[in-house]
């Protein structure tokens, strides 16, 4: 089979085919799926920072940004309870609660991000983001970063080299690494190559690429960009949403205003719905010539699950909680660090955190380790040695008192 580094470099590599669960997931779902750790995890419910599992022991979840304001948190429960019992249609009906929430969001960017376009997944907006600036730009060239995840339609997949595999980067594709210095010389290619340039497209934490919080990297890609003509997609589904602690978006701790931002994964506490912000003059043309519908994209629904998850954000100040855990528990991971030979760096910033160690084989121990331990994290990073430490934004102090105690134990067995 194939490797794949955004889903191999921390999946279950068989050897429990006596588990019924685990043979018939494999017989009817076939081998393009993954699961997690060399002893996958059944878990059976979830609540806040911790999952529990079939026989009822309690894991420590640092990994899960999709739970972003916690698991089952009983606010966003009942948003959904109410409304599913009320009503769920698209949006092709009038009804309040998409406009209600589009204004809040709106509220939340800068002011030249003044329109809003939804759908149910991150990969679909991306989609659509490419689809805008193409339109808009008349061009086709993208840039992206060297290990990218951007999704898995057949457009994103080929901005997406760290899916690996038979997926490959397009010929309209130009990689360059996450310090972006490689930007002006892709440009010139593109335009060389009569692409042109459409887009620079970056998740704005270069989460896949391995974790790069640097905020002074940005702007000046971004002015080269524009200045070639193209236009700039913020890729916010992993950085979004306060995830940074720093702002509500990973794109301000950059200093720059993005022409369209893509979102999704955390946007609903789970629920599927994404959504695509743009300035209105970047998506006019595309909007006006080609008329936009998406069953489930926006259903009130999905919206009532992402009100409340603005909700939380705001009355638990969950920013503000995503800076101080965050920073409090780079802290203590660096002061571990600096008892150890194999581990390079701690990087970060609010409640992403990269913890750069020896090599592949390393990091696997060390995830599977920390599983063992009942603490759930993963990997990322082209050569797969970057521990990636991104729990609910509801993390705690005592749950990184928990978390360090663990990590240093593991530590102590290497």
């Known amino acids: 089979m194939a490797f794949s580094n955004i889903m191999d470099s921390n999946s279950y590599q068989g050897g429990q085919q006596d588990d019924p669960l685990i043979a018939a997931r494999g017989r009817m779902l076939g081998p393009a ?24 022991r309690d894991y420590l979840d640092a990994y899960n940004n999709v739970a972003s304001v916690g698991h089952c948190h009983p606010h966003v429960v009942d948003a959904v309870t109410r409304q599913l019992g009320m009503l769920n249609t698209h949006t092709r009906y009038l009804h309040e609660g998409i406009v209600d929430y589009s204004r809040r969001l709106l509220a939340s960017m800068p002011d030249e991000i003044d329109q809003v376009m939804y759908a149910c997944t991150g990969s679909e907006v991306n ?82 690429d391995g974790i790069y919080p640097d905020p002074s990297v940005l702007e000046p890609a971004v002015t080269a960009v524009r200045a070639a003509g193209g236009v700039f997609i913020a890729d916010e589904v992993q950085p979004g949403f306060g995830r940074t602690g720093e702002a509500m978006w990973g794109f301000e701790r950059h200093g720059v205003v993005p022409d369209l931002v893509t979102m999704g994964k955390p946007m609903a506490n789970g629920l599927p719905v994404a959504a695509m912000a743009a300035r209105s003059q970047v998506l006019d043309e595309f909007a006006r010539g080609i ?10 629904v999905s919206m009532a699950a992402a009100a409340a998850v603005l909700d939380v954000i705001e009355d638990e100040k969950l920013v503000a909680n995503a800076l101080e855990v965050g920073t409090a528990l780079r802290a203590e991971l660096a002061r571990l660090a600096g008892t150890r030979e194999d581990i390079r760096e701690v990087r970060g910033a609010g409640l992403y955190v990269g913890v750069e160690v020896d090599g592949r084989d390393t990091a696997r121990r060390l995830v599977n380790a920390m599983r063992e331990r009942r ?27 928990r978390f360090c105690t663990e990590f240093e134990a593991v530590l102590a067995q290497l």
């Open 33 to 56: 799926y993954r699961l997690f750790y060399e002893r996958p995890v059944h878990l059976v419910r979830g609540q806040g920072t911790l999952l529990y599992d079939a026989e009822g």
């Open 127 to 208: 989609d659509l983001a490419l689809r805008v600036a193409q339109t808009y730009t008349g061009a086709t060239g993208i840039i992206i970063t060297s290990d990218a995840y951007h999704g898995n339609t057949a457009a994103v997949t080929a901005i997406s080299p760290s899916i690996g595999g038979a997926a490959a980067v397009g010929a309209h594709v130009r990689t360059v690494a996450p310090d972006l210095a490689g930007v002006p010389a892709a440009i010139a290619d593109l335009q060389e190559s009569g692409l042109g340039v459409s887009t620079l497209i970056v998740d704005t934490i270069f989460s896949s």
């Open 291 to 300: 008329p936009y519908f998406n069953t489930f994209g926006g259903n009130p």
């Open 375 to 401: 603490v759930l994290i993963s990997v990322c990073g082209a050569h797969g040695n970057v521990l990636k430490i991104r729990p609910p934004m509801v993390f705690s102090l005592a749950d990184v008192d």
